[in-house]
Nanobody, 114 residues
């Protein structure tokens, strides 16, 4: 029932930063874990980061130390701060419930290129 819209993507040079935002039209308070996923052309969608309602976070090894996921249940938003971006981070990024197989929102494109 919750509608999610991602924003904040764009073109950035290697080493740059972006902050992705996920706005929910409904409450995410009752959702235990939210996550950011990404999918590059020709690759499977992967879970990049997740955060529980209590603030426990998990990251895939490739982004650990560079990305930070945060969650504001009161504002129904989830964010992904991405620092030290690499070309291999190029993908379309999606926000959703952790473990979901869909449906997926429009996502936001992140392109890291010089």
């Amino acid at each position: 029932q919750v509608q999610l819209v991602e924003s904040g993507g764009g073109l950035v040079q290697p080493g740059g930063s972006l902050r992705l935002s996920c706005a929910a039209s409904g409450s995410i308070f009752a959702i235990d874990a939210m996550g950011w996923y990404r999918q590059a052309p020709g690759k499977q969608r992967e879970l990049v980061a997740s955060i529980t309602s209590s603030g426990t976070t998990n990251y895939t090894d490739s982004v650990k130390g560079r990305f930070t996921i945060s969650r504001d249940n009161a504002k129904n938003t989830v964010h992904l701060q991405m620092n030290s971006l690499k070309p291999e981070d190029t993908a379309r990024y999606y926000c959703n419930v952790e473990g979901t197989k869909g449906p997926w929102g429009p996502g936001t494109q992140v392109t890291v290129s010089s």
